[in-house]
């Protein structure tokens, strides 16, 4: 099992990023997946799940209404929309596969002006 996180990088409040994880070795339509984040000196945090067939999704309150997570099963890929980003959501973001206990090596997504 591969994941393999991209897009991070550093925004000014207010702005937008994408992440995407792209993920390999395994049946990825058949699994849930997750995206966590980890600021320093924090425990790690889950942000967002979806189920295998992107029925049900759920969030942490801290990024209700302005992350959007989503997968395409043809592209083995996990994406993470993150709008109105605040300094608060400063962090290592990863992505997850919970059936394999696997984690990505994680994007550094920076928020300052």
């Known amino acids: 099992v591969q994941l393999v996180e991209s897009g991070g990088g550093l925004v000014q409040p207010g702005g937008s990023l994408r992440l995407s994880c792209a993920a390999s070795g395994f049946t990825f339509r058949n699994y849930g997946m997750n995206w966590y984040r980890q600021a320093p000196g924090k425990e790690r945090e889950l942000v967002a799940t979806?189920?295998?067939?992107?029925?049900?999704?759920n969030y942490a309150d801290s990024v209700k209404g302005r992350f959007i997570i989503s997968r395409d099963n043809a592209k083995n890929t996990v994406d993470l929309q993150m709008n109105s980003l605040e300094a608060e959501d400063t962090a290592v973001y990863y992505c997850?596969?919970?059936?394999?206990?696997?984690w990505g090596q994680g994007t550094q997504v920076t928020v300052s002006s």
């Open positions: 979806i189920s295998r067939g992107s029925g049900t999704k």
């Open positions: 997850n596969a919970p059936a394999f206990r696997a």
